[in-house]
């Protein structure tokens, strides 16, 4: 078998050489860099997830005596219902996911 000898390279190509190999593991880094910090954020939004536990569907809201349910809706993740309390218009929101108080607005009229 002949095997082909081949020549050391001049120093100017061996800067070269050098070169370009810092310049892939620049690279490479900066690849590695970047693929963890995509790991890292997909992570991060799997584990956070609020609300995973099941939330009982059913409550029951004590209105004041008198009061009536004029409206209902949603903002985001609350549910507001609008009530008559008398003549004074109420609005009470809660949070979605725990049924739980999240405000009240009362309106007054300025005498």
Do not use: C, N, W
């Not at 001049?10 to 690849?31: C, D, H, K, S, W």
């Not at 992570?43 to 029951?60: C, D, H, N």
Request: no cysteine.
């Amino acid at each position: 078998m002949t095997e082909t000898a081949l020549p050391e390279p001049t120093p100017e190509q061996a800067a070269l050489f050098a070169r370009v190999r810092r310049m892939m593991m620049i690279a490479g880094l900066t690849t590695a860099l970047a693929l963890a910090a995509v790991l890292i954020a997909i992570g991060y939004k799997l584990f956070r997830a609020e609300g995973s536990a099941p939330v009982a569907a059913e409550q029951t809201l004590r209105l004041p005596k008198g009061a009536k349910v004029v409206s209902t809706g949603t903002a985001g993740d609350h549910i507001v219902v609008t009530l008559d309390v008398g003549g004074a218009t109420e609005i009470r929101t809660f949070d979605a996911r725990t049924m739980k108080p999240a405000g009240r607005l009362t309106f007054a009229t300025e005498p």
